[in-house]
Structures are given as C-alpha cells and as structure tokens.
C-alpha cells in the first residue's frame, strides 16, 4: 500500500456523522492478544520476532473478512511516513519511534481497521468509527479477532482470560475508547468535575495533546481501566451509559451559552473562522482551538455553510506529518507554521467560492 | 490526611490488605504525578495505573508483604524472567508467568481490576478443546456404566454426549 493515497482521503471515522456525532468524534475498541508459545514482544528475540510477524502476516492475508488488509512493514517506512500513521490514529507512538525489529500494521481502504504486529502484545487489533458506535465496534472487532484466531493460537487461560504483556490489560485484552468533543463543558467551566466523577467510576479520561483541566481543541478521550472480572459487553455498556451523562451536560450547556449570550458566541465563531482565513503563521495548538470554535459553531447552528468533515479534516491536515507529505518536502517548525497558515487560508477560501 | 512523601493535603489513597494487614498508601497528585503513578500507556490507553510505580510505592509505603523472599525468588521456567524484573518494568515476559508467578500476580490483578477472573469472551480453539474434555468424560462414563449393566445411565450418558456433540 503507498501511503499517499491515503492522505487526500480521511478515514471513514472522521466523516462527522454517526449516532451523537454534535458531540461523539469517534469510537474506538483496541483488543490486545498473544500468540501461545512465544515470549511476549518485550522478551522476544528479533529471530522470534520476526516469526511472529510472518505468522500474523499470514493469518492477516488468509482470514476471511468482508475487507482486504493490507500490511505494511514499520522499519521499511521513513521516519515521516511513520509520523504520519500516527497522526491519522493508525499505529501507535511506540510502534512507530520506540520499538525495534519485525513489527509492522495491516490497515483496510476505509482505515476503520487497524492491526498492529508486535507492538508491546503481538497483535493489538483496531476498529475506528465514526460517531458513537460501541456495539458496531464491538461486532466488527469480534468477527476479525475470531478469523484471526482461527489462523493463530492464541495465549488464553482458564482464570485469566486472554493474556498480555502487561497485567492492566490481562482478561479481555480490551480498551474501548470513546472520543468526544465538550468545547461548551470547557467554557463553563464544568469538566473537572466531569473528570472528577469519571475517575470514581473507573474510567480514564485524557485530554488530546493536552495538559491541566482543558485539552486543546477540547477534545477528550473516556476509556475503560477494567479488563479483568467483565464481560466486553459489559464494560461498553458501562462506558456507553457513563457517555449518555456526559452528551446531556454538554448539550445543556452549549444551549445555555446560546441562550445567555447568543452575540458573544457568534462572536467567537467568527473571530475564529477570521483568525484562521487569515492567519499568515499559525501554531498546531492554536489551529485546534480555534477549530474547537468553529465546530461547536456548526453544531450551534452558528455557522451554515461549513460541513463538519471539513474541519475534522482540517484538524488531521494541519498536523505535522499531514503539512509536510501535502507539501511534498521537510518543513522545520517555523515553516510548518506558515505552511499551516497557507494551508488553512486556501482550503477556507475554497469552501468561500463554493458558496 | 497529608501525602507520605509531602506534607500536601492527599488526593490519592490506595489500600490492600494482605494477611488481614491494612496498608494504606495516601498521596498529593503532585507525588502521584512525580511518582509516575498513572502513566500514558502506548496505543492510547491513557490514565491507567502504573505497574511499577505502584509496586514500587506500595514498597516504599509500610511493611512488605509477609513472602518476600519468596516472590522475588519467582523466576519463569519458560524464558527465565525473575519477579524482580517484572516488578522493575511491569512488563512480564511470556504467557507462562501467569501461572509462575501466580502468587503475586493475583494480589496485584485483583488491585488493579478488584477482580482475578475472566468473565469474557473464551476463543472458538479452547470451547472446542473444553467440549472434547467434556465428551471425553461423557464417554468414559458411560463405558463403566454399561460395564457395570446399569443401561438406565448408560442412555442418559449417550443422549447427554449426542446433545453436547450438537453443541448445545
Ligand atoms: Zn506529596
Ligand atoms: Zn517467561
């Protein structure tokens, strides 16, 4: 697969639409597993490595799937296309910059699929989607761990269920993830104590690039810590149900800053939507802000012209592995940042003269 | 309550009890953070406990638990790997260690899951393997049943073996 054919495209996960999408980017459902017999990837040599991945390389092309996954070799990419899978949530950091030897990820054209080979479990298995989908998740990462399994053995123990190389994800090996969008929480202040409440419950909650109370581009990450004791269906009902809360509060208050100040927010979107029209050096962190503005504008019902996917799209295109392949040559950061700005001026005036 | 590493209020308490023993870690979210306590797992599962920093905490925090010497002398007849070296990178080595170093695995799952059994899903490979167990014993039985005459439990032997045949 040339990974430039991937990068006009935006996985299907980022269309903007599905169930709750106002406030639900994606969802995704990650399933650790071990081949029986082998010592985990930490443990293995490069020649049981390198096994490994033929093994899973094998099961990978062979499993019978609705979809083709293609697969490609880590160590034979270049550092920025590395960059790049990371950036669209395909592999994992560690995968592309940590880890050593035989490793590598089998994705489908829609990138909803993603199966990493000896990242620190020798398959990590991936099902993006667009929206809040558990369940749909869930059905499509079942039906491709159970191809898969049919191929491979499996490390599997009576008490401990599906074992791993770190004994927080021992059991059903899963961690679904539920990405979402609380611009209005941030605004008014009430995410601590969303978090605050989350944590009670057992679930992680991670700001996207970000540090302290608010993420940049308020985008936030609610995941399970429990792997051990419940069944999948379980945990995501869980998850989804704790997701339902969190939907109210932040259409409650994107409505009560409509209602109170309806002029400061369309205030806000518009300075947004200028500073990124017209901006001539920008930075990653300010680029997602300012987006974070404009989307909840759309869903606000702000803005009209301007389709969620584009600014989704805006928001992987102007990271710095995306800026550099579109531009077709290495940028140092201050040229990224121009770069950024060229980038966000054009795409906004195209969708101006569509108009 | 203040932190034990610090003399800020604590906003983190951990408690396990091993051999009816309470001990209780209390810390600051400054001394969890330092501590690495709930450290960014690779492939985004973020806000999950740290292995290591946990074991290690739990260390530095009161009386060891009552084996020791025991539990560091765990080593994996697979690949070799020491207790000691799982404790340093809270990584284990291979699958066999879940039963080597079941011991203390077992306190260590339940604190981190507050449960130390699997209720997921089983694969396809070890259901079949388990009804084969289980056809085999059906089998077995019904052998000595018909040995010893009694037809009665042999028929009902037969027909529970053709329903699990049937997978039901
Ligand atoms: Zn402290
Ligand atoms: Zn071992």
Redesign the interface.
Known sequence: MNLDTLLPNLGEWLRGTGPESDVVVST?I?L?R?L?G???A??ASAAQKAETAAKARDALAKAELPYTLDYIDVPGLSPLDRQFLVER?LI????ATVLEGPRGVALDQKESVSV?VN??DHL?L?VLRSGLALTEAWEDI?KL??AL??RL?????D??????????????G??A?VMLHLPALGLTKQIEKVFRAL?KI?L???GLHGEGSRAFGDLY?I?N????????P?ILAEIGEVIQTILQYERQARNALLKERRQAEQDRVARAIGTLGSATMITSEETMELLSAVRLGIHQRLIEDLPATTVNQLFIHTQAAHLQKLMGQPLDGEERNAARAKYLKTKLRELGSAR | MTCQFCDAPATVTLTEIVNKQKRVLRLCDPCAKKNKLFADAPGGAAGTVHVPALLGLLGAAGPAPATPAETAALTCPDCGLQYGEFRATGRLGCPAEYDAFRPALEPLLTRIHRADAHAGKTPRAVRAARRDDRLQELRRRMAAAARDEDYEEAARLRDAARQEEAGQ
């Open positions: 995704r990650r650790a071990n029986a082998f010592p985990f930490n443990r949530q994992s950091r560690e995968l990493m990242e620190e990590r991936q079942d761990d159970d399994e049919a053995g499996y490390a599997f123990h008490q401990f269920g599906f074992l791993t190389a770190c004994p927080t994800n021992v059991g059903t899963m961690r993830s944590q057992n992680a909650v991670r990450q995941s810590q429990v792997t051990l004791g419940k069944s999948e379980k």
